[in-house]
């Protein structure tokens, strides 16, 4: 099983800037893809960003050029720097974890963080 903390999040002001944190514990994945999701209310959850064990990341266009994900592998954490926020970045923030761990491939979700920006 793998554990995952949030932190950060709250509450940030539009063309302000946020960070979030998530923290890995519990059995290695192979593979391993550390990401941020959002879903914001009545919408679907969607991937933000996602960064693999080499550092290659994805983003959805949504953020490009406006949010950074990074990865500390030996500390397996991922943050999230979020700058020039926009009303519509307010969602419930979900770290994920994915990889493969005793031959299948599995998924981990943090319990959520809510991020609030106000115009």
């Known amino acids: 099983q793998v554990q995952l903390a949030e932190s950060g999040g709250d509450l940030a002001q539009a063309g302000g800037s946020s960070r979030l944190s998530c923290a890995a514990s519990?059995?290695?994945?192979?593979?391993?893809?550390m990401g941020w999701w959002r879903q914001a209310p009545g919408k679907e959850r969607e991937l933000v960003a996602n960064?693999?064990?080499?550092?290659?990341?994805n983003y959805a266009e949504s953020v490009k050029g406006r949010f950074i994900i990074s990865r500390n592998n030996p500390m397996r954490t991922a943050n999230l720097q979020m700058n020039s926020l926009k009303p519509e970045d307010t969602a419930v923030y979900y770290c994920?974890?994915?990889?493969?761990?005793?031959?299948?491939?599995?998924?981990?979700w943090g319990q959520g963080t809510l991020l609030t920006v106000s115009a």
């Open positions: 960064i693999d064990g080499s550092g290659s990341a």
């Open positions: 519990g059995k290695n994945l192979g593979s391993e893809v």
């Open positions: 994920k974890v994915e990889g493969w761990l005793g031959g299948g491939y599995q998924e981990y």
